[in-house]
């Protein structure tokens, strides 16, 4: 693995969390706390809102939630083969989308999507999604393109 490759996606992913913590730099994961775990980010509620995320929802059940900090493969081409980490399995839920990306098409019940949406759950664990269990389409309105 080409360590600039990871330390840019890596970098690329946090930046994209550092917009949705509210300004707070300690929610920011550096790429060593990132292979330590799922991602997770921290708050203060007084905190003003520097991006709006968009409010989304996963309309299937036992959606596997797939992220993993320490593959810059898993940043720039979600899939099951680079995402390898479930961080959390959700059914008929919100999520905040952060961003979303073209990457593995999946076909599941007679539809096929390759994009995926970059989450942050209630509990603050962020992961990707495949936009095929979002509602929405192929691709979300409101959900920006991630710029990486």
């Given at each position: 693995?080409?360590?600039?490759?990871l330390?840019?996606?890596?970098?690329?992913?946090?930046?994209?969390?550092?917009?949705?913590?509210?300004?707070?730099?300690?929610?920011?994961?550096?790429?060593?706390?990132?292979?330590?775990?799922?991602?997770?980010?921290?708050?203060?509620?007084?905190?003003p809102?520097?991006?709006?995320?968009?409010s989304?929802?996963?309309w299937?059940?036992?959606?596997?939630?797939?992220y993993?900090g320490?593959?810059a493969?898993?940043?720039?081409?979600p899939?099951?083969?680079s995402?390898?980490?479930?961080?959390?399995?959700?059914?008929?839920?919100?999520?905040?989308?952060?961003?979303?990306?073209?990457?593995?098409?999946?076909?599941?019940?007679?539809y096929?999507?390759?994009?995926?949406?970059l989450?942050?759950?209630?509990?603050?664990?962020?992961?990707?999604?495949?936009?095929?269990?979002?509602q929405?389409?192929?691709?979300?309105?409101?959900?920006?393109?991630?710029?990486?």
């Amino acid at each position: 693995m080409n360590t600039r490759r990871l330390f840019k996606a890596t970098t690329a992913a946090a930046a994209a969390v550092a917009a949705l913590t509210l300004g707070s730099p300690a929610a920011v994961a550096s790429p060593a706390a990132a292979q330590a775990g799922p991602l997770r980010t921290t708050a203060s509620p007084a905190s003003p809102a520097s991006v709006a995320a968009t409010s989304v929802y996963i309309w299937a059940t036992h959606v596997n939630v797939r992220y993993d900090g320490a593959d810059a493969d898993c940043v720039h081409y979600p899939s099951r083969g680079s995402c390898v980490k479930i961080v959390a399995t959700v059914s008929r839920t919100r999520a905040e989308g952060i961003c979303q990306h073209p990457g593995e098409e999946i076909v599941d019940g007679g539809y096929r999507n390759r994009w995926w949406t970059l989450l942050k759950l209630p509990d603050g664990t962020i992961g990707w999604v495949n936009n095929i269990y979002i509602q929405g389409g192929e691709k979300i309105a409101g959900v920006p393109d991630c710029g990486w």
